[in-house]
């Protein structure tokens, strides 16, 4: 299973004076149960290429090869990518519509022409998966905190047994332990469940924490892929697009130049901390 | 003297059923004691829920208290006569930059504030170009808000409240919805109109990296002020914020797991790469 995008453009307004190029050649493959990192700043195309992922948008011209199928062929089943491909937008929670969670959660598989019985198995899973406590399934999903109410949104999309999940910037307005309940889930649906994950994200640390291939998008193109250690490598490249290497980084570079024997690829506050203590105990 | 003061500031959300009656009572901030003086830079953190941005509502009085009192330069938000005065004193920024925007020209949206309240043309025109300077906007004057990035969006909006020319802004969250870029773009402009300007300044964000300039942090669980002190003094208690669902910057925290595992010279609430690589290449560089 994986998806390759071979040769992708898409034109916003195409024909009228306000004609924009939002993906430019994009070419990349992301594996089967890849745990991908999509970066760039705000504008730079990773919204537009996620949607192209589950077939919202359509490619101007180029292919999308879903497990080796292409998925604008005639007779491709547009209805069943969706299943496959489940995407969660920005503020997800602002989609809650239902009178109880559970009902919200059901609704997605539902749709899918699933059965009663086999649709409410599916959303009870789903919400076991995301950890909401029991006695909250059957509240109204508008009296959830925020954080409660995005990981509602997250099993109505996982109710649908997605192959790969894509999730544009999941932890946007969450305080710092929102965020991380939200990363960690995410984690676990990819380690246990072996879900390919794609991750849009503004924030390098977290990218360098979870992902384990980083595209990087710069006015609607590839301007890198490779390991999050390869990607980082390159922080001045990377601030050239208004990006830049995670914070510990750039202490191990300077720790470097002021003479100590540490590793300058440390991406993580773990790893640079290990060498840290290795450098100052071997001196 | 202060500029934004509370007393036992205590408000309800109230939800009431379709006859009217009373279903539900939501206490979002119990007892809550703030002074803030002129000039400073004040730091609110919270998890969600904590009650922040409820209280940041009270300062700029778009909500009133069930009990005790906010003023404002010397003035209760509850009384209706003040309330023009304390909403052009005490401007407000908010998360979405497309929700606050509504000129369809930079200029003109700029120029809304001021022409609301009363100030002649000319005048007009010279307190959107101060602001529009101030923020470095100046060059998109004649853009349309659309057009520009969050960032920069953001940046016109709080120019819209600087051409009111508050004595303090509420920022609730201001960098929320921007990327890196947009984000640093948006806290150097915060601390540029407190250091040049010397307008007051409150800041309520999730991003711990931004707060560390700050004068003073407050930082709010379950509607009550749990903890106060300088960056440094707050920063030092990492178990402490993240029973609170916080956390500190990274950099302090690889400082605190440095020392946990057995860099003891190197002090607790450290705030600046600079601070931690001075500290290691004073005690621990060998050459």
Redesign the interface.
Known sequence: MSIILDHVNYIYSKGTSDEVKALDDVSFEIPDGDFLGLIG???SGKSTLVQHLDGLLKASSGSIYFNGEDIYDRDYDMKALRGKVGLVFQYPEHQLFEEDVFKDVCFGPKNLGLSQKDTELAAYRALKDVKLPDELFYVSPFEL???QKRRVALAGVLAMKPEVLVLDEPT???????RNEILGLIKELHDKQGITIVLVS????DVAEYADHIVVMDKGKVFMNGTPKEIFSHASKLETI???A???T??MR??KR???DVDTTAIT??E??DS??RA?NH? | MSIVETHNLSFDYIRRDEEGNVSSINRALNDVELAVEKGEFIAILGGNGSGKSTLAKHINAILYPTEGYVMVDGKKTSEEENILSIRQKAGMVFQNPDNQIIGSIVEEDVGFGPENMGVETKGIWERVEESLKTLGMWEYRKHSPMRLSGGQKQRVAIAGVVAMHPECIIMDEPTAMLDPAGRKDVIRAARALNDVEHITIILITHYMEEVIYANRVFVMEKGEIRMTGTPREIFSRLEELEELRLTVPQTTKLAAELKKRGLKEIPDGILTDEELIQSLCRSYLTM
């Open positions: 700043h705000t504008g905190s925020g954080g946007a307005g969450l305080d710092p332990e929102g503004h924030s390098m640390d208004g990006l830049s995670p914070g510990v750039y202490i300077r720790l002021a003479g100590f506050v773990k640079a901390a840290i203590i100052v001196a």
